[in-house]
């Protein structure tokens, strides 16, 4: 299940916080943070990366980014312990009543990944091709990852650059103008804060929330990597304390411990 994640907007929110503090700790007034807002640099910035986000993608790429935005802001975390839980008692149900009897349990299992993988032991598929079709799918799912967290990282490649060229642009405005002293300060202004803007945006926003897509992705991998490896124990009968073994090996240390305690605890109930 998908849940909001606040440390996204928590760390946009603290960055731009520190910024605020920064200005008004020199100018002891937030009348100073008038002088960081200026639409001329905001136009270069927003409107230069939309421009450049249209040449570099296909509008069915660019269609995509409210998804990916939204994807940033979301926490979707698996309990690798309640997974390998599953997986136990699938293989133990499989070793008593045979795979047929895993249909009727898949009613309560809410992964569609692991679903999938255990039709096709059901249907009897070879352990090799229920891999193969299974990281079949997980290479795709890369794939569209990739190609969503690559519109975040060309806007962060992108921000910092039309900073500078609106900074190139308020330098020529500013030379040009030397004679009339009154336009020196507003075109300065461009050349400055265009730089800021790109530079907060790509640093603050972008590559942060591209590396954290990324960070996702490769943790739904490694979620996915168990679900076949359990599904493959499934199909081919393993023990269930075995499998459970082979699974708890993908736990990191402190979950592996708190594991083993429950299971010890589980079998004294049991006893």
Not at 7 to 23: D, E, H, R, S
Not at 75 to 97: C, G, M, P, W, Y
Not at 150 to 159: L, N, P, R, V, W
Not at 211 to 227: A, P, R, Y
Request: aromatic share 8%; hydrophobic share 45%.
């Amino acid at each position: 299940m998908k849940r909001f994640d606040m440390l996204t907007p928590i760390g946009i929110f603290l960055g731009l916080t520190m910024v605020m503090f920064a200005i008004y700790s020199t100018s002891r007034s937030f009348g100073g943070v008038i002088y960081f807002v200026q639409l001329s640099s905001i136009f270069v910035v927003f409107g230069g990366l939309i421009a450049a986000l249209l040449i570099n993608f296909s509008m069915k790429e660019i269609k995509l980014v409210p998804k990916v935005f939204k994807e940033a802001f979301n926490e979707d975390r698996q309990d690798l312990t309640t997974l390998i839980n599953t997986f136990v008692e699938l293989s133990t149900k499989a070793r008593r009543e045979g795979l047929l009897a895993l249909e009727t349990t898949l009613e309560e299992v809410e992964d569609p990944f692991i679903k999938k993988g255990v039709l096709l032991a059901v249907d009897g598929i070879e352990p090799e091709i229920i891999k193969d079709i299974m990281m079949a799918e997980v290479v795709a799912m890369e794939e569209r990852h990739r190609k969503g967290r690559a519109i975040i990282e060309k806007c962060g490649e992108y921000a910092p650059a039309w900073g500078m060229i609106g900074t190139l642009v308020g330098l020529v405005l500013m030379l040009q103008n030397l004679n009339d002293p009154s336009t020196l300060g507003p075109n300065m202004a461009i050349a400055l804060l265009t730089t800021l803007y790109g530079s907060l945006l790509a640093n603050l926003v972008f590559i942060p929330m591209a590396s954290k897509l990324g960070n996702k992705t490769d943790e739904e991998v490694f979620v996915k990597q168990i679900i076949v490896e359990g599904v493959i124990g499934v199909q081919s009968g393993q023990n269930p304390k075995i499998l459970e073994e082979k699974l708890s090996a993908f736990l990191p240390e402190t979950s592996k411990n708190k594991f083993e305690v429950e299971g010890e605890g589980a079998a004294v109930d049991g006893a």
